[in-house]
């Protein structure tokens, strides 16, 4: 997990301020196509033993890896976007977290109803 510091946060929230909303949305769907090309290629460029991926010395691993930090710099961008619910001031992140605990409990017990049945 990326820990944010203070400086990072303002940065983030200037970068709101100058660019706007819109531009973040469009920058975040510019990030994702950037992170889809780069799993694309670095596919490519592995080999797969035993289910495990090492990287060739001409892998494209250190371009996935700039483009994931844009990426989730982005979206931490557009996850602090305010916004208005019933006249009050929200940020489209506050609810992500509820959101990923149910989205990995659902993970969870699918995993486990896997292993039920490759016991049975």
């Given amino acids: ?29 510019e990030e994702a196509g950037e ?13 797969f033993v ?5 990287f060739s010395p001409f892998s494209k691993e250190i371009n996935l890896t700039e483009e994931l930090a ?3 710099i982005t979206l ?9 619910d019933n006249g009050k001031v929200k940020k489209i992140g506050e609810n992500i977290n509820k959101v990923k605990v149910e989205k990995i409990q659902k993970l969870q017990n699918k995993l486990n109803e896997e ?3 490759v016991n049975n």
């Fill in 1 to 29: 997990m990326i820990k944010w510091n203070k400086s990072d946060i303002e940065t983030m929230e200037k970068a709101i301020e100058k660019w706007g909303v819109e531009k973040q949305l469009i920058k975040l769907i």
């Fill in 76 to 84: 931490e961008q557009v996850c602090m976007i305010e916004f208005y």
């Fill in 115 to 117: 292993v039920e049945n």
């Fill in 50 to 54: 035993d289910e495990m991926i090492f």
């Fill in 35 to 47: 992170v889809i090309q780069e799993v694309a290629k670095t596919l490519h460029t592995a080999d």
């Fill in 70 to 72: 844009d990426l989730y």
